[in-house]
């Protein structure tokens, strides 16, 4: 940063700029595995005035901008590669409108999943995508996130309606409308979506809601093997019984979870399932798939209709990744998801879990298994070079199986930094295509250099 950038900005944010070591180190880090380095300053606006401002002073400059939000991002999306000032929304967090009648509501962009549903208590309205970090709602639009619910609700991509979006040299647009669909012209907002603050910094959301159900009824059940429960959820589908959510853990997840939360869930693959309907809906929906998953094999059958026992049951499953993290004390953890056609499932699962019985690291693997999507938690010691050689290598091995079966490298968790080597065998010519859109819309390469699309 050159001494007129940091002076312009300086008289811009006062005392909401700063150059300080330790916030510098504190957007320095994230959960993930991929090293960034500190930013130059630390930015913390209040307004979208402030923010086309402090772009409007980085292209003056040459200067690059990382937007930030919670720093739960899992493949360095929010590292600063090449210095420049990180923007910190968490000023910008505030709720500005809920309109009931439409089932939407507009947000500012540091504002966090579980605030929002907070505010919307009242109003018999949720927020649905829940990646179970806590994230905030900009990062998870801007890194396309979705979670437990996606098989019922969808993902950020289809929750966001429009957006509020600062270009590269500080120009305002809003994307997309209140109105429920719309054909005029090009999707401006889901370019924007999964962009990963490479095309412009969110300052506004406008959010789609679904009404809170009126009773809920939740279920873990155990399989012999990942097939009859990769079956089991296939049969659910297409009979049309609509799932909330439903989940996998593999026995090692399901060890290290029953370790952590003190449950004494059966250790064999395992389903979480949970249902949303009226009384007599989720009953006859309960129903229905307890006779599925019965001619499935299924054993160790329970039921958490009490909000308590569903609350501690889904505890446990957001908490998986610390418990899986107890299970090896002192390890770190490197975690990649991959995606792939629901009936290339259990295929792709159990290649990984034999990858890793074979290699010397424990990974414990999970996820979204109504729409495809696991994840692995490789678990290596701390400042052991082999054993994160050994991480990457299983982490690529899962990357190329996801694209052999037809699938994608991500399927939550983005690109960013870690997964960069892969876009090119993923979308092929597309993916210049995608360089090229940065190249129209920041052609000094500014917003979060280094990131997402082939290097300018």
Same mark, same amino acid.
């Given at each position: 940063m050159t001494?007129?950038a940091?002076?312009?900005? %300086?008289?811009?944010?006062g005392?909401?700029?700063t150059t300080a ?11 993930t595995?991929?090293?960034g380095?500190l930013p130059d300053a ?14 409007r002073i980085?292209q003056?400059?040459?200067?690059p901008?990382?937007? !930030?939000?919670a720093g739960?991002s899992?493949e ?8 420049g000032?990180?923007v910190d =929304?968490?000023?910008?967090?505030r ?9 939407l ?12 549903n907070?505010?919307?208590?009242a ?10 970090a @806590?994230?905030s ?5 801007a ?5 437990t619910?996606a098989?019922?609700y969808?993902?950020?991509r289809?929750?966001v309606l429009?957006l509020?979006v600062?270009l ?8 997309? &409308?209140?109105?429920p669909?719309?054909s005029a012209?090009?999707d401006?907002?889901?370019? *924007? ?7 412009g ?6 959010l789609r809601l ?5 009773a809920i009824s939740a279920?873990?059940c155990?399989f ?6 990769v079956?089991c959820?296939i ?10 959510r +439903?989940?996998f ?11 952590? %939360?003190?449950?004494s869930?059966?250790?064999?693959p395992?389903?979480l399932?949970? =249902?949303h309907?009226s009384p007599a809906? #989720?009953a ?7 006779e +599925?998953?019965? %001619?499935?094999?299924? &054993?160790?059958?329970? !039921? ?10 889904w505890?446990?499953?957001?908490a998986a990744y ?12 490197? #975690?990649?998801?991959v995606?792939v $056609?629901?009936s290339r499932?259990?295929?792709a699962v159990e290649? &990984?879990?034999?990858d ?5 690291? $424990? ?5 979204h298994?109504?729409?495809?999507n696991f994840?692995?938690?490789?678990? +290596?010691e701390k400042? @052991?070079?082999t054993e994160?050689a050994?991480?990457s ?8 199986r996801?694209l052999?079966?037809g ?5 939550e968790?983005?690109?960013? +930094?870690?997964?960069?080597?892969? *876009?090119?065998?993923e979308h092929?010519?597309?993916w210049?295509?995608?360089?090229a859109l940065?190249r129209a819309?920041?052609p000094q390469?500014i917003l @979060? ?7 300018q």
């Amino acid at each position: 940063m050159t001494d007129a950038a940091l002076a312009a900005l %300086s008289a811009l944010l006062g005392d909401r700029l700063t150059t300080a070591r330790g916030p510098r180190a504190e957007h320095a880090q994230s959960e993930t595995h991929v090293a960034g380095s500190l930013p130059d300053a630390v930015a913390f606006p209040e307004t979208t005035d402030e923010v086309a401002a402090i772009l409007r002073i980085a292209q003056a400059h040459g200067l690059p901008v990382i937007g !930030w939000g919670a720093g739960t991002s899992l493949e360095g999306h929010a590292l600063a590669l090449k210095g420049g000032v990180t923007v910190d =929304f968490a000023r910008m967090a505030r709720v500005l409108e809920v309109r009931p009648e439409d089932m939407l509501a507009r947000v500012q962009p540091g504002i966090t999943r579980e605030a929002l549903n907070t505010e919307l208590r009242a109003t018999g309205l949720f927020f649905p995508v829940d990646p179970g970090a @806590n994230a905030s709602l900009g990062g998870m639009a801007a890194t396309r996130a979705s979670g437990t619910t996606a098989v019922r609700y969808g993902t950020m991509r289809d929750a966001v309606l429009g957006l509020e979006v600062v270009l590269a040299d500080g120009t305002v647009i809003r994307t997309g &409308t209140a109105a429920p669909k719309s054909s005029a012209g090009y999707d401006l907002t889901a370019l *924007m979506v999964g962009s990963e603050g490479t095309l412009g910094l969110i300052t506004e959301l406008t959010l789609r809601l679904h009404g809170q159900p009126e009773a809920i009824s939740a279920a873990s059940c155990g399989f012999a093997d990942m097939a009859a429960a990769v079956d089991c959820v296939i049969e659910t589908i297409q009979s049309g019984i609509p799932m909330a959510r +439903i989940e996998f853990l593999d026995p090692a997840a399901v060890a290290a979870c029953n370790a952590h %939360s003190g449950q004494s869930l059966p250790e064999t693959p395992l389903l979480l399932v949970e =249902f949303h309907s009226s009384p007599a809906g #989720v009953a006859e929906q309960a129903e229905r798939f307890g006779e +599925i998953a019965a %001619s499935h094999g299924s &054993t160790g059958f329970r !039921w958490a209709d009490r909000p308590e026992d569903r609350s501690a049951l889904w505890r446990m499953r957001h908490a998986a990744y610390p418990a899986c993290l107890a299970s090896r004390p002192g390890a770190t953890a490197v #975690v990649t998801d991959v995606c792939v $056609p629901i009936s290339r499932l259990a295929q792709a699962v159990e290649e &990984t879990r034999a990858d890793i019985a074979a290699s010397p690291i $424990p990974g414990p693997i999970l996820g979204h298994v109504g729409d495809g999507n696991f994840h692995a938690i490789l678990l +290596i010691e701390k400042d @052991n070079p082999t054993e994160a050689a050994e991480a990457s290598r299983l982490a690529a091995r899962m990357a190329e199986r996801a694209l052999r079966l037809g699938g994608t490298v991500t399927g939550e968790h983005g690109i960013g +930094i870690g997964k960069l080597g892969y *876009m090119q065998a993923e979308h092929g010519a597309g993916w210049a295509v995608m360089g090229a859109l940065k190249r129209a819309l920041d052609p000094q390469d500014i917003l @979060n250099p280094g990131k997402l699309v082939p290097p300018q």
